[in-house]
């Protein structure tokens, strides 16, 4: 049964995760796995591999809870991105394993083949990018960091983020735009 936690109860489990306490752990998961799923199906459109992305998310989750800074973004955000992020690589290699295997003539050579499990150095460039996507949402202002990442993660349109926050059309549209500027001028510089 999902509860909706606030923010800093969300926060509060996180520490205790970040302690090693798998209670807390059972806590968040039970709290936010269900959008958390919603995310990664939106983004995989197939319920199998969201559910192993919502796995390996949270195995991040728990391994990366000390990493987790209140700063420099919400927690739902910053676990969105870890789930959102671990989609996109599953997406990829997804449409990487097909191309391979539509250009592999020789039986043999499809046995050798890699196969669906995680290449350790896939799952060190997600972390990184991350990592450097949290370091460049950390950067922007407060307001601009709220409209892009419920654009992002919670895939609300711009006349949807204006009605929710209260805010001119125009002026959410600007957010974001700066905004996303911004992140793409930070992210070029860890590339």
């Known amino acids: 049964m999902s509860t ?3 923010d800093s109860e ?11 306490d ?8 039970e709290s936010t796995s269900s959008r958390l799923f919603g995310l990664a199906l939106r983004v995989l459109r197939n319920r199998d591999a969201a559910e192993d992305v919502l796995q390996e998310s949270f195995l991040t989750i728990w391994r990366s809870a000390g990493n987790y800074r209140a700063s420099l973004s919400p927690p739902m955000a910053w676990m969105g991105l870890i789930v959102r992020s671990r989609a996109l690589d599953a997406l990829r290699k997804r449409s990487s394993d097909r ?26 460039d997600a972390s990184e990018q991350a990592f450097a996507l949290h370091q ?11 409209v892009v990442s419920l654009a992002y ?10 009605e929710q926050l209260k805010l001119p059309l125009g002026t959410v549209k600007t957010w974001i735009r700066r905004g996303l500027e911004q992140l793409r001028a930070c992210m070029a510089r860890y590339a």
């Open 99 to 124: 191309a391979d295997l539509m250009n592999e003539l020789d039986d043999t050579l499809a046995d050798t083949l890699e196969g669906d499990s995680t290449n350790p150095m896939d799952a060190t």
């Open 136 to 146: 460049c949402l950390g950067k922007l202002e407060n307001k601009q960091r709220e």
């Open 10 to 20: 969300l926060m509060n489990l996180l520490d205790r995760i970040a302690a090693r």
């Open 4 to 6: 909706l936690y606030t």
């Open 153 to 162: 993660l919670r895939d609300l349109s711009h006349g949807d983020l204006a």
């Open 22 to 29: 798998d209670s807390a752990l059972k806590s968040l998961y």
